[in-house]
């Protein structure tokens, strides 16, 4: 692609802003945990936007803080008309981490997989509980209302562990469904998420 450069002239000739790309990504809603057992972004309550409006929706993870030490963090939806968060999924995880006396490596985590499971899906694991350790990340999920294809999704969370590495966990896989999904929760595997917040954002077709 080539560059385009402008001089003071060609940028003087713009009459309004609406001449400029706008914005793609569109904040909808934003959750605060205070010692909550889950978090839960749900179509058409409490302002959530969740369906046919945007093909893209993104999250973000900003200071997310356990009661519990040593948990995982995990994530299910339900399809539409649907309940119990237990989708069926197929996910594949892996992780770079490094110790702070400096070891560390890159792991394909089998346990964290899923293969037609219906469970959590593990999007970080080994959170500390110490005042100073959090994670923080992203989660894309496409196209959820369709009633054609599955449901992909794919995250990467950074964090400083339990166990005092830093840690890089990438995780991708689908929701092995054609029905729309509509609800998406995170929560702890154990005990509260303690602080932190959680953004969701639309992303608009180009």
């Known amino acids: 692609m080539a560059l ?3 001089n003071n002239n060609s940028i003087s000739t713009i009459s309004s802003a609406g001449q400029l790309a706008s914005g793609s990504l569109v904040p909808i809603k934003t959750l605060t945990a205070s010692s909550s057992s889950t978090l839960s972004f749900v179509d058409g309550s409490n302002g959530v936007v969740l369906d046919n409006t945007y093909p893209i929706y993104k999250f973000e993870f900003i200071n997310c803080h356990p009661a519990t ?3 995982t963090f995990g994530f299910q939806a339900n399809a539409s008309g649907g309940s119990g968060y237990n989708e069926t999924m197929t996910t594949t995880n892996f992780r770079a981490y490094n110790f702070e006396s400096n070891s560390g490596g890159l792991d394909y985590i089998a346990d964290n997989d899923q293969a037609q499971g219906t469970g ?7 959170v500390g509980n110490v005042s ?11 196209s959820p ?14 964090g400083n562990a339990s166990s005092d590495y830093a840690i890089d966990m990438y995780t991708a896989g689908y929701f092995n469904t054609t029905s729309a999904i509509d609800e998406i929760q995170f929560k702890m595997s154990s005990g509260n998420i303690d602080s932190g917040k959680i953004k969701l954002y639309g992303i608009k077709d180009s």
């Open 4 to 6: 385009v450069k402008y």
């Open 145 to 158: 209302s369709s009633t054609t294809f599955v449901k992909h999704f794919m995250s990467r969370f950074v």
């Open 120 to 126: 959590f899906q593990i999007i970080c694991g080994d």
């Open 69 to 71: 030490n040593n948990v």
């Open 132 to 142: 100073d350790e959090n994670i923080v990340g992203e989660m894309f999920l496409f």
